[in-house]
């Protein structure tokens, strides 16, 4: 199982592999994460992630509170959705997808592991979910909406290449 | 509702308030508005690139979704904290889960 917070859900929304990343991993989401995603109802992303929440790939639970994650996430800076994603990663003991900076620090603190955005593309190539070629069109999607650095990227490429081989 | 404030301002800022004033021709108070909100947005973006700010926390902020903010980012050309290191970690996660 892993956790998402809004930021990886989104940016793998936009880069259009969220459905696959769902069929091949169970993800949760707490409520507050599904408001986030879904309260412009007009952009795609968030009618995709809707959606997927109605197909039951994406399920929605409720995290208990504990103090001790609290006060962590006030340390960060962190807003109410990746404080509730945090709590829920921590309690499942599941790894959280996030492509936030402060909140994988945060993770850091907790012994939470953390999963970027990108790390899927590879994944879903591995497992035969999508083709090389397709992953390698998706580069640039990740570029634009990741924001990842070009030595992260040509490192991607570069695996998905060699799995082709 | 709008407020009136008194700011004292040098003649520089002045200056730049009355020209972008006739560049664009608006008027002062409308000019002094625009820059305030760029001004805060521009902040913001420093904070969350610094990593002082969580993208939650700068969508809040600003007053838009996550969504958008993750647009907004992307036309700023403001680069994710994350390094191939934080990458090879991710992949091994997810080697380890089915």
């Given at each position: 199982m892993i956790v998402f917070d809004a930021s990886t859900l989104i940016i793998l929304a936009k880069v259009s592999i969220l459905r696959e990343v769902l069929v091949a991993h169970k993800a949760v989401i707490p409520p507050i994460i599904q408001e986030e995603c879904t309260?412009?109802?007009?952009?795609e992303d968030a009618q995709l992630i809707a959606q997927l929440i109605e197909e039951e790939l994406l399920a929605v639970v409720e995290p208990q509170r504990t103090n001790r994650i609290s006060h962590i996430t006030e340390d960060f800076n962190l807003h109410r959705g990746e404080t509730v994603a945090l709590h829920l990663a921590w309690q499942e003991k599941a790894p959280l997808a996030t492509d936030d900076t402060p909140t994988r620090k945060a993770c850091q603190i907790l012994n939470i592991r953390s999963i970027i955005a990108v790390a899927f593309l590879e994944r879903l190539v591995q497992r035969d979910l999508i083709s090389g070629e397709r992953a390698l069109s998706l580069i640039r999607k990740f570029k634009q909406y990741?924001?990842?650095d070009v030595e992260t990227l040509e490192a991607v490429k570069a695996k998905i290449k060699q799995r082709r081989r | 509702m709008v407020n009136t404030v008194s700011v004292r301002l040098n003649a520089d800022e002045l200056k730049k308030i009355r020209a972008l004033s006739k560049l664009e021709g608006k008027g002062k108070s409308a000019v002094v508005r625009e820059l305030i909100r760029e001004g805060f947005t521009f902040k913001s973006l420093q904070a969350y690139r610094e990593g002082r700010r969580s993208i939650g926390t700068l969508a809040h902020d600003l007053g838009i979704s996550i969504s958008a903010t993750i647009d907004l980012l992307s036309n700023f050309g403001i680069e994710a904290s994350v390094t191939y290191d934080d990458y090879l970690e991710s992949v091994e996660t997810l080697q380890k889960i089915k």
């Open positions: 309260r412009e109802s007009t952009r990741g924001r990842y | -």
